[in-house]
């Protein structure tokens, strides 16, 4: 069933995603050949609006075929402004970025805004937590003063070095955890899961904005953590800030053990996440194309659509690569390797 709910969520984020390149191609009067959700064989097809739309074996990624994309041609994308190309180039963020504030804000005025702690479930042996003193059963209520609204904030210690002060409910009473953060470390060695305190319901408007501050707030930690994750991974190391197909499979199987809101909330993450990294500079995504397409506006035209061809082909040869280990990565983790 986890995989039913993963094939589904990121399903529906793809399609939104290329569905926002589809819309800004066509409202500027460029052609959309083909539309698909997934890559392989064809499952499914019909006909609409000039476009042929497709659902494809394996929805692991999508594709809008604009007309005028390929080098050399003078059509389509082609003849369209700067401004008119970096519109469809971001688009599928757009869209991306939309849905996630729009769902996080139906779930805070329908279901309210969880108030989660952190309940240690395990520590492991040897670890710089057991060395610090974590114990099965604490709650994590507050670090460096600051009191954490929700379980997933306990990875703040990781944003500077330096000594982290964590108090914790223990046996009803409070108990402070102190130890010193130098960034070498791998892990700080505590398996941890939301406990529910209680929602705090807001309306859909407060709840959108609210959605829009907290992602102004993440997107600098999202970005360093998976920079930082991703430096381990390349060298050999085992990383926790990032997860492939594999793992958002085990993590969509424990949203769906606790219930509809949880797996909404995980479609929200997802398309957030998938917003941010196609930004990211790097040939072949949207965030390649777009730093291109400026640096051409700026040198007037000087790097040749050959070019820029070869730089998406050997984008898409490294993120291939960057997906096999992120795979190696997940099963690590799920293993406890």
């Given at each position: ?34 539309f ?31 007309e ?53 479930t ?26 954490l609204?929700s ?6 210690f ?16 409070e ?144 993120l ?18």
């Amino acid at each position: 069933m986890s995989i039913l709910w993963f094939l589904l969520i990121i399903s529906i984020s793809i399609f939104v995603h290329e569905l926002g390149h589809y819309l800004a191609a066509r409202v500027q009067g460029v052609g959309v050949k083909n539309f698909g959700v997934g890559f392989g064989p064809t499952l499914l097809k019909f006909e609409r609006w000039g476009t042929t739309w497709r659902l494809n074996a394996i929805p692991l990624g999508g594709y809008a075929e604009i007309e005028g994309m390929m080098p050399g041609d003078t059509h389509g994308y082609a003849r369209l402004s700067s401004l008119g190309k970096f519109f469809i180039l971001v688009a599928g963020v757009v869209m991306n970025l939309l849905l996630a504030w729009g769902v996080l804000a139906a779930l805070s005025s329908i279901q309210g805004i969880p108030q989660t702690r952190a309940e240690v479930t395990e520590v492991l042996p040897g670890s710089l937590a057991e060395q610090a003193g974590f114990k099965v059963g604490d709650r994590i209520l507050r670090l460096n003063g600051e009191v954490l609204t929700s379980y997933d904030q306990v990875t703040r210690f990781r944003q500077s070095t330096g000594e982290k002060v964590f108090v914790v409910l223990r046996d009803g009473a409070e108990v402070t955890i102190r130890f010193n953060w130098d960034n070498t470390q791998t892990r700080l060695g505590i398996v941890y899961r939301a406990e529910l305190v209680g929602y705090t319901r807001i309306n859909f408007f407060q709840g959108f904005a609210r959605a829009i501050g907290e992602t102004v707030v993440a997107v600098p930690r999202f970005v360093q953590e998976f920079v930082g994750s991703m430096a381990r991974i390349l060298s050999g190391q085992q990383a926790q800030g990032v997860a492939g197909p594999v793992g958002i499979v085990s993590i969509t199987g424990q949203a769906a053990q606790q219930g509809l809101g949880t797996l909404v909330g995980l479609l929200a993450a997802i398309n957030l996440s998938l917003a941010v990294f196609n930004l990211l500079p790097i040939p072949g995504l949207d965030g390649g194309r777009i730093l291109v397409l400026i640096a051409n506006a700026l040198s007037g035209g000087r790097i040749k659509p050959e070019t820029e061809a070869r730089l998406t082909y050997a984008g898409f040869v490294f993120l291939i690569l960057l997906i096999v280990l992120v795979t190696i990565n997940d099963i690590r983790n799920l293993s406890g390797g």
